[in-house]
């Protein structure tokens, strides 16, 4: 008997668990999503705050891309920290002490943009 009951009790518990998660394994219904895209085209990227990369003897406390992938902006922030440019983009910097700010525009596209902060220690 307590067998029975046990067995009649998971089944209970597990049909619950399915209604809770909305999913009885019989719907047919569709749902639609709607994403919200920055400049409302699709596949733009907006601005965006990128992971910003790690240099020795130098801290830098953030790097942000608009309308170009993180790794464009990585890549950029590189050149411009070893360099002082990137090819193809025009860039600013702001010096005051051991603070650096950068803004870079594509050339091509100033649309396409990214920007940098960093001290050295």
């Known amino acids: 008997m307590h067998k029975s009951a046990a067995a009649l009790v998971s089944i209970v ?5 399915l209604a809770a998660c909305g999913d009885s ?19 733009s990227t907006g601005t965006v705050s990128c992971t910003p ?5 130098t801290t830098v406390h953030a790097l942000s891309a608009t309308n170009v992938s993180c790794d464009v902006a ?3 922030f590189n050149s411009v920290y070893r360099t002082n440019k ?8 702001s010096i005051s002490g051991r603070n650096v700010r950068v803004n870079c525009a594509n050339d ?3 649309s396409q943009t990214f920007s940098s902060s960093w001290s050295v220690s």
């Open 25 to 43: 394994g019989s719907s047919s219904s569709t749902t639609t999503k709607t994403a919200t895209v920055p400049s409302g085209k699709l596949g």
């Open 86 to 93: 990137f090819a193809g983009w025009t860039c600013k910097q």
């Open 108 to 110: 091509a596209n100033t």
């Open 13 to 17: 518990l597990a049909v619950a668990f």
């Open 53 to 57: 990369p790690r240099v020795s003897g």
């Open 74 to 76: 990585t890549n950029g």
